[in-house]
């Protein structure tokens, strides 16, 4: 099979499209035959090895697993001696370690079936991403009916989801963004946008709950826009050094877990639960996957550098 494969971390220079053997699953996974697979955040830091403590997992010179790409969405393949949930030719979207293949193989606890109303594409947009903004909105930001929201980061992949899903929830949303992702943001249904390039946090009443996905605004800005009994919600360890990346805040976060203010550091997982959790916000028709572009299997680098560049409106997707 062909799929995206790398020796070594490094830039993206390190990834090549090669002729490899197709995965065999165990007995509680299944082979899917992989037809789009989403791009993520976590492609490039699996890719780079970045930050450099993260390889005590994930391999400490060179990567466990040389294949990129961890969203998917497929026809499965072939299913394992224990398997019950999913049967040859479903259509299945979830995780997938090294979806960036013609096949990949997936645990069952990390898949849900997929609706005839989404396309593939569309499926592989959903699981990483949205599955974080559903623990980040409703989990640890406790949003509800009548809670001001600001979601920073508002016009990336976890962003856009973060923005429906408080909103569906019943809260009142502002997004922070860059100018060109403005429009898309208030098309959302944000009540409020600020472009950051041009006008900070201030001048606005405190927020109930901040969700903060961008990660390079100090701890004491976000929190003098925040209620007195306000959550501050941190997706992600993204930017700083190139041992610990920018995980400061997370730390701080847990220092101090008795302040009126809460800082919650979150660390998202993606089950089969959450998965059929965000389908119902689909159905719903309150919850929609935001496509900036497709790319083919062969362009996956051209792919993560557009979305670390910060350029992609929504999420980035590989066809294969």
């Not at 109303?117 to 949003?143: E, K």
Request: proline share 5%; hydrophobic share 45%; net charge neutral.
């Amino acid at each position: 099979m062909k799929a995206i494969v790398q020796d070594e971390y490094g830039p993206v220079g390190v990834l090549s499209l090669r002729e490899i053997e197709a995965p065999t699953p165990g007995p509680n996974e299944v082979l899917i035959r992989v037809h789009a697979a989403g791009v993520n955040p976590a492609d490039w830091h699996l890719m780079t090895g970045l930050p450099q403590m993260a390889r005590i997992a994930l391999g400490l010179s060179r990567p466990k697993n040389p294949v990129r790409g961890m969203d998917v969405a497929g026809v499965v393949h072939s299913v394992g001696s224990a398997v019950t949930a999913f049967r040859t030719g479903d259509s299945v979207f979830g995780i997938a370690g090294g979806s960036f293949a013609e096949f990949a193989k997936a645990s069952t606890g990390t898949l849900a079936l997929m609706p005839e109303s989404l396309t593939f594409v569309q499926g592989a947009a959903i699981p990483m991403a949205a599955c974080t903004a559903l623990h980040a909105v409703r989990d640890a930001g406790l949003v509800s009916a009548g809670k001001r929201v600001m979601v920073i980061g508002a016009g990336g992949g976890i962003g856009t989801f973060a923005v429906q899903l408080a909103i569906a929830l019943g809260a009142t949303v502002t997004g922070v963004c860059s100018t060109s992702k403005v429009d898309l943001v208030r098309s959302l249904g944000a009540e409020g946008v600020i472009d950051y390039t041009m006008n900070d946090l201030s001048g606005h009443p405190p927020f109930d709950v901040i969700i903060d996905t961008a990660g390079n605004r100090p701890l004491s800005e976000l929190r003098s826009a925040l209620t007195e009994r306000g959550r501050i919600v941190i997706v992600g360890a993204e930017g700083g050094g190139k041992f610990a990346g920018n995980t400061g805040r997370q730390f701080t976060a847990m220092l101090a877990p008795f302040a009126r203010q809460k800082t919650i550091g979150l660390i998202s997982t993606e089950t089969s639960a959450d998965l059929e959790s965000l389908l119902e916000f689909v159905a719903a028709g309150t919850v929609h996957p935001v496509i900036d572009r497709e790319y083919p299997l062969a362009e996956a680098a051209a792919a993560i550098t557009r979305m670390t560049d910060g350029l992609a409106h929504g999420k980035i997707v590989l066809t294969v």
